[in-house]
């Protein structure tokens, strides 16, 4: 049994916990360095939606797709297009990246559909249409993807499901797929190798002393969010998608997420691996770089994963 602690107790924790990381705080100011720190939690982890919610639908790209509901693994309803393609014996679930939406996803997924697949977009809690739920960057968004493929395995229970995912997408998909072997073929397009590496990168981009920062920002999600940026680390988990072949796309010019990142992940997955960067790209910008010949890559890719 469980209980919870005194409001004065917790208080007490929290300031005894950030009096400790604050002790190697150096040149910032501490109010300087809380505020850093809290806002870096808030801004990967809060809900946040657009103030207007305009968005594509498939009605803009000519296509046919079906309005479906499906549940994550821990309850929280999401929203989802499904492209039927009668007859295909693949399904690609398509997975957008953080505060992005399913509409993200209709130049790749009504290409795998033109390529013979049939293909579900959804939104990630908090996004999109789907439901309001406890939100992360790629912790909490991993029962979204597990409830994507659960809801494919009851549709099509005969299909062979790969999953494409973007930026945080990329790391759900990771940190899912390693362990879940209905998934057959995966492609990650631009992952980062750590939660806690690429908020550093940030903070590198905008002059920021990482340290003691990052460990500030870990403080305040482990206490907020409820967990730690050690919790997700795509890099550790991407072995165990092996023997299933991965292909990572990065863009070498990628300012969200270093190219170094990608270097990182294929050289910790298993075989059959493949990396390709696109030079000049910044971040997902392998798809804009030759629309087609991406399509193309992707959807061979699969073709010959999954047959």
């Given at each position: 049994m469980t209980t919870s602690l005194p409001a004065e107790r917790k208080s007490g924790r929290l300031s005894r916990a950030v009096g400790v990381a604050l002790a190697g705080v150096g040149g910032l100011t501490t109010l300087a360095a809380t505020g850093a720190a809290l806002y870096t939690a808030w801004t990967v982890n809060g809900p946040r939606r657009p103030d207007l919610d305009y968005a594509f639908t498939p009605f803009e790209v000519g296509l046919p797709a079906e309005d479906v509901e499906l549940r994550s693994a821990d309850g929280v309803?999401?929203?989802?297009?499904w492209f039927d393609q009668p007859g295909s014996s693949r399904v690609i679930i398509c997975c957008h990246g953080h505060r992005g939406s399913k509409s993200d996803m209709l130049g790749i997924g009504p290409g795998l559909f033109r390529a013979g697949n049939s293909v579900l977009l959804f939104d990630f809690?908090?996004?999109?249409?789907?439901?309001?739920?406890?939100?992360?960057?790629?912790?909490?968004?991993?029962?979204?993807?597990?409830?994507?493929?659960?809801w494919v395995r009851r549709r099509c229970p005969q299909a062979r499901i790969g999953v494409v995912g973007f930026s945080m997408g990329a790391s759900v998909a990771t940190l899912v797929v390693a362990d879940e072997p209905a998934v057959e073929a995966v492609v990650l397009?631009?992952?980062?190798?750590?939660?806690?590496?690429?908020?550093?990168?940030?903070?590198?981009?905008?002059?920021?002393?990482?340290r003691p920062l990052i460990d500030l920002a870990d403080l305040a999600t482990k206490l907020r969010y409820g967990y730690t940026f050690a919790e997700v680390a795509p890099v550790e988990a991407?072995?165990?998608?092996?023997?299933?072949?991965?292909?990572l796309l990065h863009g070498d010019q990628d300012r969200i997420i270093p190219v170094s990142h990608g270097y990182q992940m294929y050289a910790a997955?298993?075989?059959?691996?493949?990396?390709?960067?696109?030079p000049g790209a910044d971040h997902c910008g392998g798809y804009f770089a030759d629309r087609p010949a991406y399509i193309a890559k992707v959807a061979g890719f699969f073709a010959e994963a999954l047959g």
């Open positions: 309803r999401l929203s989802g297009w809690r908090g996004c999109g249409n789907s439901d309001d739920g406890p939100q992360s960057l790629a912790h909490n968004e991993q029962q979204d993807l597990k409830g994507a493929i659960e397009d631009s992952p980062f190798s750590t939660v806690r590496d690429v908020i550093s990168s940030a903070y590198r981009r905008y002059k920021l002393p990482v991407i072995s165990r998608i092996a023997p299933r072949p991965v292909l997955a298993g075989d059959p691996k493949e990396l390709v960067i696109f």
